[in-house]
């Protein structure tokens, strides 16, 4: 079966460079327009694959709501909302920029930002979830997906940069270290083929943003 990873639109926080993580931000008007090419590009997908798809799941943040509902209406489907797909809790940086986080130190003068981008295993945001915690939750609702789902069918999952990147380390058999160089553009597709579980799947499409009007030339923001 085929997973279709799909992150959420643009949203005035990625704009502006902010930490989302679990605050509720609605898509911006750009976001709101990359809703609608997605649905776009998923009608067609439909036509490839003679309609074969069984179901479309969302994180329960607004933003991921709002991009699967165009998704949802070209399937023909309901939104099934899935609470372990849902982005990193980030603690005390969520609302912050990195320059606004950037004066947060270690004991020895070390950057939190810095530690956490070079070894997010061992270093979590100030008060926030762990990554190992999110990756449980994340696996847990993906591998649940793949079982529940035949050999034949295919599956929109529209979530967060966060979880598309561990569910890109499982399938790539990366580490958990290396989720900050894994993330993906806003509104960008990632496609999966998995008949038991991630770590036995294989990557067909990484962070396809070809159905997009102008292509974002930024490098990917994290929320």
């Given at each position: ?11 005035s ?77 980030m ?26 981008f ?10 926030g ?27 929109v ?8 990147a561990?569910a ?6 990366k580490?958990?270290?290396?989720v ?44």
């Amino acid at each position: 079966m085929r997973i279709y990873l799909v992150r959420h639109g643009e949203t005035s926080y990625n704009k502006e460079g902010k930490m989302q993580g679990r605050i509720d931000i609605p898509l911006d008007k750009e976001g709101e327009a990359q809703a609608e090419a997605l649905g776009a590009y998923f009608k067609d997908e439909m036509v490839k694959n003679d309609g074969n798809f069984s179901a479309v799941y969302a994180s329960p943040l607004t933003r991921a709501a709002q991009t699967a509902a165009p998704v949802a209406q070209a399937l023909n489907l309901p939104v099934k909302k899935d609470g372990g797909l849902t982005e990193l809790d980030m603690g005390e940086w969520e609302g912050k920029t990195r320059n606004e986080i950037a004066s947060w130190k270690d004991a020895q003068g070390v950057p939190l930002f810095q530690k956490c981008f070079t070894d997010p295993l061992h270093n979590p945001m100030p008060g926030g979830e762990t990554l190992p915690s999110m990756e449980r939750r994340v696996t847990a609702s993906l591998n649940e997906i793949i079982r529940n789902s035949l050999p034949t069918e295919s599956v929109v999952c529209i979530t967060h940069g966060g979880a598309i990147a561990i569910a890109l380390c499982h399938v790539l058999g990366k580490s958990l270290q290396e989720v900050p160089r894994n993330m993906v553009q806003n509104a960008s597709v990632t496609v999966i083929e998995a008949d038991q579980d991630l770590d036995h799947g294989m990557l067909l499409i990484r962070d396809n943003i070809s159905h997009l009007k102008t292509p974002q030339g930024s490098p990917p923001k994290r929320a």
